[in-house]
């Protein structure tokens, strides 16, 4: 049969697509940029309808409607990772947190969470009738060989991406036509501590390295610092708008890589209409599902695989804390245990956590001398290699108790210096440097 006749089979109202959702379901839906915000809306208009329904996904950005108090007993939002928009009612207990690798979070939905109905975004259908996840494919793809029912937001502002985004029509049981500009993650200013990162960063970084940039502030830094690099390959879980100059300009041009040569291979982006507009219909990206493009031996496979992340905290034996702030629940493990690891098992890999020196605005150290109580340790102690301040680089692999402490001492912020060689001093019994002091 022409595809045409079987869209238009398939094609109805939002009102009509949800009514397939039953009391109790379990709702997946696509994240950030891609939420089908389209369809939310509506479900969240008619929510009366509908009864102790969860709804999971990665992230929320921007307005979140499935906390709102009116809601409740009717959505019930469950995350694997907080933000600005769940962080409250993660704490509170109005909303749900899971954590695990980011790499086991389709196995994760398909056997524990077992949502029934999927919800995604695509481009509208080319000639062929084959649509595009767009700018997300990580868990999302796999829900639509599951899921007993699976409802498509056709938008005009989905990026054609390729790769594993591309579907047919006859992967879905309904489509939604709702164009609307996609949620944006717009890029923050660079402040002067993060382009000081991203210079000591960027030193680690060889001409042929591939690299993976995480979540937050620093990687668009260590972007800017780049373009003095050649052939450097790209395979990370997300991307930010820093990318789109260095592959337009041939700096990312994936020529060194052992997998997907010539391809940058991403699970999501997380940016703006500039980075979309990029990745619309472009060849040279490669979009993969997350339990490959974030499973450690996989990324192994390309040599000199260099990962880059930030954390919150991290103490003197090197653990590192990059999720909670205490009992509380800031942000998720996200894909950096997996690249932490993956990038470390690479030949010629390293991996990196870079971080501002102090938080809340320059009051507390980053670089501490225990973690607060009932954080929650992101990546071991025994995991962890380079660690990054604007104060400099501490290489920690293979280093003794003492001297991985005293490489951190050196690139904490010089106000807290001193009362962190104090407690070295308490705790081994030593001094932590010589006469010449800690900069030596
Ligand atoms: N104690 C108290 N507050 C702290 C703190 C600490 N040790 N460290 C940071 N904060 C505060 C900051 O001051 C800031 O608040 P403010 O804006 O009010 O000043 C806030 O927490 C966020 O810190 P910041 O470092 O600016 O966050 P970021 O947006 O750069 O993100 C992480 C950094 C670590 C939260 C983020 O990279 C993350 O979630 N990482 C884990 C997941 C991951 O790495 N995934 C891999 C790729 S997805």
Sequence with gaps: MDWRKIYKEKLVSAEDAIKNIHDGDTVVTSFGCAEPIGIERVMTENYKNFKDVEITNMLLIGETPWIKNEYKGHFRYHSFFASASSRAAISDGTADFTTCFFYEIPSVLRSVVKPRVSIVSVCPPDENGYVSLGTNVDYIESTLEYCEVKIAQVNKYIPRTHGKAIKHISDFDYFVEIDEPLPEVPSVRISDVEKAIGKYCASLINDGDC???????????????????????LHSEMVGDGVVDLIKNGIINNSKKQTHTGKSVIGFAFGTKKLFDFMNDNPLIEMH??????????????DNMVSINSCLQIDLQGQVVSDTIG???FSGVGGQVDFVRGSTMSRGGKSVIAMPSTAKGGTVSRIVASITPNSAVTTSRNDVNYVVTEYGIARLKGQTMKNRARALIKIAHPDFREELCEIFEKRFGEKAFCEEGITQ
């Design 211 to 233: 690299i993976q940039l995480g979540i937050g502030g620093i990687p668009n830094a260590i972007c800017e610092e780049l373009k003095d690099k050649k052939d450097i390959g």
């Design 289 to 302: 599902p997350i339990e490959y493009i974030n499973y450690p031996p996989v990324i192994a496979e390309n």
């Design 327 to 329: 009992d509380k629940q």
